[in-house]
């Protein structure tokens, strides 16, 4: 997690004590197991347990994971995230090829591909990126390949490279409203420039499904939540996820509010009615959701072939 002196209070107050719905049950079972012991020999860093998502036990009892490319260090600090903070080590070169080995023997039929932020190398790991993306297409060619990327610092080179290399799916989240923004993300992840990398990717010609997600209980209004699934549509966001922030340690953004299961499904309703493809809402949906994953892949099985 980021260190004490990049967050030097912490934040204890608001409500401390999550409800039933949020409580998960502990990662066990063959299928569990499986997916941890391919993750460890290969040395891939999962966001699963990176950023302690609270549905690990589903997916990778389910045979899914959601891996994170480039290390574990981000050079970032956005106020809400778990990922440890500070000056990365070198790219593994051949992290590409573990990944794509790691795919092909888990025989995934849809996979995604995070990473954190590395502002230190010059195209933010855009190759590093279209290498993992071109192995596993060689390597695992029945693998679906989301990517979720960062911003690249809106440099359209970069998103160039991504989109060459041909992911299935390309995601990038803008987390939460815009007013919050600057309270919640790192100083160098604006609202508006997240906007924009989601747009340009969705004109390309690669003819990319594009996906978001937001974070709710930060202190957002449901008038700027509107706002912002109006923001999403007009740049030809696909699909959206929205799930309960969950505050990682007493140095992060503290909980505003635990949002009930039924408020998420006015939220679901509410992002509907702009006409995304899919909304996933729920307490525990993260970016990479099983639901959204398999909706996802069933619209490019019917729609277009590989």
């Given at each position: 997690?980021?260190?004490?002196?990049?967050f030097p209070q912490p934040q204890t107050s608001?409500?401390?004590?999550?409800?039933?719905?949020?409580?998960?049950?502990?990662?066990?079972?063959?299928?569990?197991?499986?997916?941890?012991?391919?993750?460890?020999r290969t040395k891939l860093s999962t966001v699963?347990?990176?950023?302690?998502?609270?549905?690990?036990?589903?997916?990778?009892?389910?045979?899914?994971?959601?891996?994170?490319?480039?290390?574990?260090?981000?050079?970032?600090?956005?106020?809400?995230?778990?990922?440890?903070?500070?000056?990365?080590?070198?790219?593994?070169?051949?992290?590409?090829?573990?990944?794509?080995?790691?795919?092909?023997?888990?025989?995934?039929?849809?996979?995604?591909?995070?990473?954190?932020?590395?502002?230190?190398?010059?195209?933010?790991?855009?190759?590093?990126?279209?290498?993992?993306?071109?192995?596993?297409?060689?390597?695992?060619?029945?693998?679906?390949?989301?990517?979720?990327?960062?911003?690249?610092?809106?440099?359209?080179?970069?998103?160039?490279?991504?989109?060459?290399?041909?992911?299935?799916?390309?995601?990038?989240?803008?987390?939460?409203?815009?007013?919050?923004?600057?309270?919640?993300?790192?100083?160098?992840?604006?609202?508006?420039?997240?906007?924009?990398?989601?747009?340009?990717?969705?004109?390309?010609?690669?003819?990319?499904?594009?996906?978001?997600?937001?974070?709710?209980?930060?202190?957002?209004?449901?008038?700027?939540?509107?706002?912002?699934?109006?923001?999403?549509?007009?740049?030809?966001v696909d699909v959206v996820t929205i799930g309960?922030?969950?505050?990682?340690?007493?140095?992060?953004?503290?909980?505003?509010?635990?949002?009930?299961?039924?408020?998420?499904?006015?939220?679901?309703?509410?992002?509907?009615?702009?006409?995304?493809?899919?909304?996933?809402?729920?307490?525990?949906?993260?970016?990479?959701?099983?639901?959204?994953?398999?909706?996802?892949?069933?619209?490019?099985?019917?729609?277009?072939?590989?």
């Amino acid at each position: 997690m980021a260190t004490p002196d990049r967050f030097p209070q912490p934040q204890t107050s608001g409500p401390t004590r999550k409800p039933e719905w949020l409580k998960v049950r502990l990662p066990h079972g063959d299928g569990y197991e499986r997916v941890k012991s391919i993750v460890r020999r290969t040395k891939l860093s999962t966001v699963c347990e990176e950023a302690r998502c609270p549905n690990i036990a589903e997916c990778w009892g389910g045979g899914t994971a959601t891996v994170m490319l480039m290390g574990e260090v981000c050079t970032r600090a956005c106020r809400f995230c778990h990922v440890k903070v500070g000056a990365p080590p070198p790219l593994d070169p051949d992290e590409p090829e573990h990944l794509a080995q790691a795919a092909s023997e888990l025989g995934l039929d849809y996979l995604v591909v995070t990473s954190v932020n590395r502002d230190d190398l010059p195209d933010g790991g855009a190759a590093h990126f279209a290498a993992a993306i071109r192995a596993l297409r060689r390597r695992s060619p029945k693998t679906r390949v989301e990517v979720l990327i960062p911003d690249f610092q809106g440099v359209k080179r970069d998103l160039d490279t991504v989109a060459f290399a041909r992911p299935h799916v390309v995601a990038h989240n803008i987390e939460t409203v815009e007013r919050l923004t600057p309270s919640v993300r790192d100083r160098r992840a604006t609202y508006r420039q997240s906007l924009q990398v989601l747009e340009y990717l969705k004109q390309r010609p690669e003819k990319l499904y594009t996906k978001s997600s937001i974070m709710v209980g930060l202190g957002e209004s449901d008038e700027e939540l509107r706002q912002a699934f109006s923001d999403l549509r007009s740049v030809g966001v696909d699909v959206v996820t929205i799930g309960q922030y969950l505050q990682p340690s007493p140095y992060h953004l503290k909980v505003d509010r635990f949002v009930a299961p039924e408020k998420f499904d006015e939220y679901r309703a509410m992002a509907e009615s702009f006409g995304f493809l899919y909304v996933a809402s729920g307490p525990l949906v993260r970016s990479s959701y099983r639901a959204a994953e398999f909706f996802i892949q069933g619209l490019m099985e019917r729609a277009r072939p590989v």
